[in-house]
């Protein structure tokens, strides 16, 4: 699994869409049989292509159910049922301001309202119940995001453009991204860590769908689809990002039982800051503007105008810097922080606080 914090090189927006769009060497080590593969919780892969199409059709027919579309106001997206109480899973910036929404399940029928339990922006995760629970509704079966491997095959389903009830097919490109989201086309900013990239093709609607395995299991949340500068801002095919199952349940889980998130698990400094420019006008530091009486930064001597450089290994030059450093941190962790204070480089060790 690759486990780095890898930023990527390429711009990330939010998928959202408008609602009006109508001969091998003898010592090599034996693969694991099928059976082993599902003793150990890995999905198991079909043996030819009669079984894989079965696979694919079998996991549609299971997975697809569970999926359905959000529309608030004049926008739309995915969401993925996440237990039989009526709670539905799905992006922040599917929700946006919004406090009701109309909700279509993909096993038919016409749509159902729901209200906003809340919505969590620093992880572009909420969730929405529905108002009244049909008997159709059938829960998704999450998956453990720790076990996924690169390579692995996957299937994008949600409602793309506004095709509901779509599906994509591609394989985990890579694991443990940390991905910041933009904020123009409703993103909401937030910086995301251990997401799963994936080259099923995903679209404007696909957000707050289902990323999912060749066993039924959800693995992510499709969130974010990257764009090219040179092209534009146009889509860079193949290359899309996942919210994992983990953090999906996670978040999901503690909105779901307290209205809220009560336990963050993001590692903060426990200050205000912004970006600042050198005399070339390019970014050259995060500036504290304030600190939290007693919180990390202040026990650790770090003061307003103080002007953060580096973070454990990671050199800072704007705020998004410093929130992709921080994402790959936990509550409780001991790092270095570097800084400029009137002309003089000096470092500090900081105990991270919680954000």
Request: hydrophobic content about 40%; some cysteine; glycine content about 14%.
């Amino acid at each position: 699994m690759d486990g780095s914090r890898a930023r990527v090189a390429l711009l990330v927006t939010a998928v959202v869409c408008a609602a009006a769009l109508t001969a091998g060497c003898s010592t090599t080590s034996p693969r694991p049989s099928q059976k082993e593969r599902a003793a150990s919780g890995a999905p198991t892969v079909p043996g030819s292509a009669g079984d894989l199409q079965a696979a694919y059709e079998k996991v549609v027919k299971d997975v697809l159910p569970s999926v359905v579309q959000i529309t608030a106001g004049d926008s739309l997206g995915s969401g993925v049922v996440y237990d039989d109480k009526g709670n539905i899973v799905t992006n922040a910036h599917v929700v946006g301001s919004a406090q009701s929404f109309k909700v279509t399940l993909a096993t038919g029928g016409g749509a159902v309202g729901a209200r906003l339990v809340s919505s969590y922006p620093e992880q572009d995760l909420a969730v929405v119940r529905l108002d009244d629970v049909p008997k159709t509704l059938k829960p998704a079966t999450f998956g453990d995001s720790t076990k996924v491997e690169v390579g692995q095959i996957v299937l994008a389903m949600g409602n793309p453009l506004g095709l509901s009830s779509s599906v994509t097919q591609g394989i985990v490109s890579a694991v443990g991204r940390t991905v910041s989201e933009g904020r123009t086309g409703g993103g909401t900013g937030a910086t995301i860590a251990n997401m799963v990239q994936t080259s099923a093709a995903i679209n404007p609607g696909n957000s707050g769908g289902a990323l999912v395995n060749l066993a039924g299991q959800i693995i992510g949340i499709p969130t974010l689809a990257a764009t090219d500068p040179e092209l534009g801002q146009g889509a860079a095919p193949g290359i899309g990002f996942a919210i994992p199952a983990a953090t999906v349940r996670t978040v999901a889980g503690q909105i779901v039982k307290s209205g809220r998130v009560t336990d963050s698990g993001r590692a903060a400094l426990g200050i205000t800051a912004r970006t600042i420019v050198g005399p070339d006008f390019t970014p050259a530091g995060v500036e504290v503007v304030s600190v939290n009486q007693n919180g990390p930064a202040d026990r650790a001597g770090l003061r307003a105008g103080d002007v953060l450089t580096r973070v454990g290994t990671t050199d800072i030059t704007t705020m998004q810097s410093l929130s992709e450093a921080l994402a790959g941190l936990r509550p409780g962790d001991r790092t270095d922080v570097s800084y400029d204070r009137n002309g003089a480089a000096r470092t500090t060790t900081v105990t991270l606080g919680e954000m």
